[in-house]
């Protein structure tokens, strides 16, 4: 389990300019959209698809800002856990024959250790735990300026398909 004085891996060895998917690579692989799309970019998977790391940037024209809080604005822990959701699922989408919508089961062991305020880059840390092709379970942690902002656990599920 992840402890509050390490990473889930080292971000020095990673080139957080890169892009491994932009915006339209992500929309072809998770659902989320608008004011909800909050993975940015994902700058890097690992061969073995283990491992991945995204960011959100937290816009200062974002939707949460006016009201969370109006003298001093934070990203909301849950957007910072949804951000790392995204990601987590995203990873998981590529390892499935088909990209499929998930849905969160659990969020285990959050933590929150550090505010993210508007103009600041949320890096997104992803290290699967265990997958199958109907669930898997991942640690996620998110870093702004070499400072863990939160950590946690999610298990995610594939959701049945639905006919509009």
Request: charged share 25%; hydrophobic share 45%; aromatic share 8%.
């Amino acid at each position: 389990m992840m402890t509050a004085d390490r990473l889930l891996f080292d971000l020095e060895e990673i080139d957080l300019s890169a892009t491994a998917a932009d915006t339209a690579r992500i929309e072809s692989i998770i659902p989320h959209r608008h004011e909800m799309a909050l993975l940015d970019r994902v700058v890097f998977v690992a061969e073995d698809m283990k491992t991945a790391v995204g960011y959100h940037d937290a816009k200062p024209d974002a939707f949460w800002v006016r009201g969370h809080f109006p003298t001093r604005a934070t990203l909301p822990g849950v957007l910072m856990v949804e951000a790392g959701a995204q990601l987590t699922c995203y990873l998981w989408n590529v390892q499935q024959p088909t990209p499929r919508v998930a849905a969160f089961l659990r969020i285990d062991n959050a933590i929150f250790r550090r505010a993210v305020v508007p103009g600041e880059r949320l890096h997104l840390l992803a290290r699967e735990v265990k997958q199958s092709r109907r669930r898997f379970v991942t640690e996620v942690q998110g870093v702004v300026n070499g400072e863990l902002a939160f950590e946690a656990q999610i298990t995610g599920m594939a959701m049945e398909e639905h006919q509009a």
